[in-house]
């Protein structure tokens, strides 16, 4: 590739490396020059351009893209189309990533215009959750570059997601007199929570006295109708031989490891029987904040072997007592089996960015954008839809005139979004597991979006937040469970519920529902892109 400052005469074909104006004309980076483009920038009085050629020797960044994305090798992820050099990649299923990671730094390497970023190993990720990036940097990679790439590629997989099994869980709590019910229920609140998030099932609990032959007939029982059982003693574990990793004997099954180095989570237990996996889990697991055990029940819920090797080898970076970097439930209310979900229609702001105009009473298709926002929400199954209003809210209740909607008035929509929030939660009845924060202004979200949402919500349990995305980035709209209701009316002024969201105390659950997630109408000319009309009677 031949790359620098090119005469105006000479640059018919090249490809722009900056963007450029000049008079009318408006050309991006990575242009390829026309001759009328020439005639225009010649006439605009630009002598030279700073461009790039390519040589019979290169391939074009989205061509080089696309033959490293087809060279490379992974499981459960699909590829996105090449834009800009640019080729990023998706799961196609709720699991734990992987990677090899040696292969990934050799061909980082290789030459600094090809470049490959992935997710770190064994992070979580949900469907359609970005896990890798394939960015080719300048706009030209040689054909002599790529052939060592591929070579090194060939035959080993790159990456991939191991997709969670829906494994059914037994749970084992075994009781001394000291042992108070009420712990025992807690744990299973927070054990239920943490399997449906990894997407199984707790499908039985026993409770057996603290002693090895009871325990060891509850793990028998519950090993021939589960994929994983999970034991809590009612004292840790301090030995080899204490009564969790005895009973597992007992029952006829091996010890692989005992202890870990993670911290929480060093008295974990590692077993198996007949070919299962049995976990004696550590007294931290009581809690929903994050610990070693998280580590081993993911990888198992995704059918990836765990072994004495790989718990030792979780050392390093096993100090988890004051970073608590993976979202895990709290405790929370007993799961339902088919939560509910009220959608709000967050329709009460002043659209100060309109000058004038309200934007929710623009048309699209001749319908007032609040009213589609509004049937969208009843369409997805919305149970209720709330209709925040404030600014202008007389003509926005008409223009929902004849909708089964609960209207919701916002006195003090001035004030900012939080107000309308904590309005929406005034309003939600005591059925709801969980309210959808959907903004008015958003024509491009479809009834089948905010249902993939809910599905998701649901089948997670109703403990998690739900968040639109687009190409991995945040979005709207986002569903909120019940229990963070009450920390919404900590919120003040102009902000919503994202510091709520993002401090990684409950599961954060990332929906793709393309572009529709990030296109609001905040200004005419987004609205008039959009396909809305703005009348004048809407100020």
């Given at each position: ?75 459960g992820v699909q590829a996105g189309p090449a834009a800009t050099g640019r080729v990023n990649c998706y799961a196609q299923t709720a699991g734990l990533f992987a990677v ?440």
């Amino acid at each position: 590739m031949i790359f620098g400052e090119i005469s105006i005469e000479n640059a018919l074909g090249a490809i722009l490396a900056h963007s450029t104006h000049a008079g009318a004309l408006k050309l991006k980076k990575g242009h390829v020059l026309t001759e009328s483009d020439v005639a225009q920038l010649q006439e605009a009085g630009v002598t030279n351009v700073i461009a790039a050629r390519l040589q019979e020797a290169d391939l074009d960044e989205n061509a080089a893209a696309l033959k490293l994305t087809e060279a490379l090798q992974w499981f459960g992820v699909q590829a996105g189309p090449a834009a800009t050099g640019r080729v990023n990649c998706y799961a196609q299923t709720a699991g734990l990533f992987a990677v090899d990671a040696d292969l990934i730094n050799a061909i980082n390497a290789i030459d600094p215009s090809v470049t490959i970023a992935t997710l770190k190993p064994f992070e979580r990720v949900e469907q359609g959750q970005m896990v890798a990036t394939i960015k080719i940097i300048p706009f030209a990679v040689a054909v002599s570059v790529m052939e060592r790439i591929l070579d090194l590629s060939r035959d080993r997989i790159a990456f991939g997601v191991h997709g969670f099994a829906g494994s059914r869980i037994g749970l084992i709590q075994t009781t001394l007199p000291s042992v108070k019910a009420t712990v025992l229920d807690k744990t299973r609140r927070v054990i239920e929570a943490r399997i449906a998030a990894n997407h199984g099932f707790l499908t039985t609990e026993l409770r057996p006295v603290h002693a090895s032959k009871p325990l060891s007939a509850a793990i028998r029982k519950l090993q021939n109708t589960n994929d994983i059982v999970i034991v809590f003693g009612a004292s840790a574990v301090v030995d080899q031989g204490d009564i969790v990793p005895e009973a597992m004997r007992e029952a006829g099954g091996n010890v692989h490891h005992v202890g870990m180095p993670v911290d929480p989570g060093n008295l974990l237990v590692l077993g198996e029987l007949d070919g299962k996996p049995v976990i004696g889990a550590p007294g931290c697991a009581r809690s929903p904040k994050e610990n070693g055990f998280d580590w081993v029940l993911e990888r198992l819920m995704a059918k990836i072997p765990v072994t004495k090797a790989d718990i030792v080898g979780m050392g390093v970076g096993g100090l988890l007592m004051e970073i608590p970097t993976r979202p895990q439930p709290r405790d929370p209310r007993p799961p339902v089996t088919r939560p509910n979900v009220a959608i709000a229609v967050l329709a009460a702001g002043q659209s100060t960015r309109m000058n004038g105009p309200n934007k929710l009473l623009a048309t699209f298709d001749d319908v007032p954008l609040v009213r589609r926002s509004a049937l969208t929400a009843i369409e997805a199954g919305g149970d209720p839809v709330i209709a925040v209003l404030g600014h202008m809210a007389e003509q926005c209740s008409a223009a929902l005139d004849g909708l089964n909607v609960v209207i919701a008035l916002n006195k003090d929509y001035a004030s900012g979004l939080a107000s309308s929030l904590q309005t929406a939660i005034r309003h939600v009845p005591s059925s709801a597991d969980g309210m959808m924060m959907l903004l008015a202004d958003m024509p491009a979200l479809s009834p089948s979006d905010l249902k993939s949402m809910i599905n998701r919500f649901q089948n997670t349990g109703g403990q998690s937040v739900v968040r639109a995305t687009f190409q991995g980035k945040r979005g709207n709209p986002v569903i909120l469970p019940r229990l963070l209701f009450d920390e919404v009316f900590t919120l003040a002024g102009d902000v919503g519920a994202r510091h709520l969201i993002e401090r990684g105390d409950i599961p954060v659950i990332d929906v793709e529902l393309g572009e529709a997630a990030v296109i609001d109408v905040d200004t005419p000319d987004m609205l008039n892109r959009a396909g809305g009309t703005i009348t004048g009677t809407i100020r």
